[in-house]
């Protein structure tokens, strides 16, 4: 019996062949194109003889509507990149300069792929099909059908990603002539705030597993037929509050440079940087992971399922407070048109909005499942959510009816 559910989706989403044959039957025509506008803006201006005020604005707005493997669906990419920044440059006196900035810059990308009727038809499949356990819409702003996909075809996708960031800093160095020596010192401060998500819902495979002879795997089965079916292979949902990636950090650095003219020919650079790196905290405190030597579950949070306050410190991660970055060098001049140098330094780069995403939709705040294997043994009772074959027990966090 052909499952409702996936032959509605197939109705939906999949397109018919527009090509003669069995194999390589569909082409989608339409043309992709990239829509790109930059503004940029700059003033200079002086206050006396002492004071150079700056200040520049640019930003790069692109919209790409770009087709996908089948008529029903099209994906959009939009990137917008702002900066702003504030300039100061104040000369104390001739031998000492001032220098400071403000800056806000922020990088928006966002991905989506289009849904055919949009909210009101997916809410009509989901709720009309009774299926349960994943969320009717993971975003209102960018609807998507569950993603169902089959095994040897190019299936229809149903996925987003919103990707914006924001940075926030504030910069200041004096200079300082003082004989041979060019003495500079400064610090730094990076506030940076990011959100990672995901949109998609449900997404299921099929392959042909499901439908095979197991006295004669090789020659048998179809994952169209498992599809049509309902029969999955692999299952995955992610749901819970803390699925969304909304996070927060700081940076401090400071630095001390001297450039000393030792001699008429050559010149030493010497330098210390220190940089404290936070690691990312989430806006409303949800992310959780797990000690591995302990196997002591950890959130930083209020504990929905238990009501415990949090057990480890904010954002899980203690912070690294060593970075200490030395830095030397030299130039010597060994004729009018010969100079040699060298350099040594220390530099540290983190990349921890990134690297912070592994402690993001955990329990107790969210769940991420991965089920595999599924019906290999035959069609004896379908794995849903497909349709009204099968109630999916719907974790409504809590330790009861979530098995924690």
């Known amino acids: 019996m052909i499952n409702r559910s996936t032959k509605q989706l197939q109705e939906t989403l999949w397109s018919a062949p527009n090509l003669p044959g069995r194999a390589q039957n569909l082409i989608n025509t339409k043309a992709a194109r990239i ?3 930059q503004w940029m803006g700059r003033v200079d201006h002086r206050f006396g003889d002492n004071n150079i005020l700056t200040g520049r604005y640019s930003l790069s707005d692109s919209v ?23 300039s100061d440059t104040h000369t104390v006196n001739p031998t000492t300069i001032l220098d400071m900035k403000v800056s806000y810059h922020r990088n928006n990308l966002q991905i ?5 009727g949009g909210k009101e038809a997916i809410e009509g499949f989901i709720t009309g099909n009774s299926i349960q356990g994943i969320p009717l819409l993971n975003s209102k702003a960018v609807p998507l059908f569950p993603q169902w996909s089959i095994s040897g075809f190019a299936s229809p996708s149903q996925t987003g990603f919103p990707f914006p960031d924001d940075s926030y800093s504030a910069y200041a160095t004096i ?23 995901g949109y998609f819902t449900g997404n299921m495979s099929f ?5 095979e002879d ?6 048998t089965g179809n994952a169209v037929a498992s599809y049509l079916l309902g029969l999955p292979t692999i299952a995955r949902r992610y749901i819970g509050e803390g699925t969304t990636a909304i996070m927060r950090k700081e940076d401090y650095s400071l630095f ?18 220190y940089d404290m790196s936070e690691w990312p905290k989430h806006r409303d405190d949800l992310l959780a992971s797990i000690d591995l030597g302990t196997g002591q579950f950890l959130w930083d949070g209020h504990n929905p399922i238990t009501g415990e306050g949090p057990n480890v410190r904010r954002g899980i991660v203690e912070p690294d407070n060593s970075n200490f970055a030395p830095r030397v060098g030299m130039a010597y001049r060994l004729g009018e048109k010969t100079t040699v140098g060298s350099g040594f330094g220390v530099f540290y780069m983190t990349n921890y909005l990134w690297e912070a995403q592994s402690v993001r939709g955990n329990w107790p705040f969210a769940i991420s499942e991965n089920f595999s294997n599924l019906n290999d043994r035959g069609p004896v009772s379908p794995v849903v959510p497909l349709g009204a074959v099968q109630r999916v027990q719907q974790c409504e966090f809590r330790e009861a009816q979530c098995g924690f």
């Open 112 to 116: 989506a792929d289009s849904a055919p």
């Open 214 to 219: 197991p006295q004669n795997a090789a020659a």
């Open 64 to 86: 790409s509507p770009r087709p996908t493997a089948h008529l029903s669906v099209d994906n959009l990419l939009v990137t917008t990149f702002t900066n702003i920044m504030i």
């Open 175 to 197: 200079t300082k002539i003082a004989g041979g020596h060019t003495i500079k010192a400064g610090f730094e401060f990076k506030h940076s705030r990011n959100l990672d998500d």
């Open 207 to 211: 392959d042909k597993v499901p439908t």
């Open 35 to 37: 829509d790109n506008d």
């Open 256 to 273: 001390f440079q001297d450039d000393w003219r030792a001699t008429a020919n050559l010149t030493v650079n010497l330098g210390l940087r």
